[in-house]
């Protein structure tokens, strides 16, 4: 007899996905001199681009009668659909409504991310997302 048990189990699934953006940094309510000390090169006044990669980890039970935790097409569609459509090839200030008033910072991009995906997924699933501005600087929300 095997000794694998049956489960049910917990597990995560993780899809990455992409998209170019640009983005100014700057607090309207300041003055430039403020804006240029706290935001530097991101506050240049006429943009400047990113290569954001995103990962979406969706944690909760296996169903026992699929196997999977959540279909991984349907999660690339929900992804593509809601983030990459929205965001991609975008300015994020000038040509989105979740940045118009909200400073595009990579903690901010991730956190609108995160509710634009949220409502998508049955309540009994985790949800967590990582966004990369670059190789070496990323944020995660929720914070784990
Ligand atoms: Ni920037």
Redesign the pocket.
């Known amino acids: 007899m095997s000794k694998i048990p049956e489960g049910p189990f917990r597990i995560s699934v993780f899809r990455r996905a992409h998209f170019n953006a640009a983005?100014r940094?700057y607090n309207p309510a300041w003055d430039e001199a403020r804006n240029e000390a706290t935001f530097g090169?991101?506050n240049n006044p006429n943009y400047?681009g990113?290569n954001y990669e995103l990962e979406v980890r969706v944690t909760g039970e296996v169903n026992p009668e699929t196997g999977m935790v959540v279909d991984m097409k349907w999660l690339k569609e929900l992804i593509r659909d809601q983030v990459e459509a929205r965001f991609d090839h975008k300015n994020l200030n000038l040509d989105t409504e979740e940045f118009r008033h909200r400073i595009p910072t990579s903690e901010n991009i991730c956190f609108v991310i995160w509710h634009l995906l949220r409502p998508h997924l049955d309540p009994s699933l985790d949800l967590h997302v990582r966004l990369y501005?670059t190789p070496r600087n990323y944020v995660e929300y929720p914070a784990p």
Do not use: I, M, N, S
């Open positions: 983005h940094l090169l991101c400047h990113h501005e």
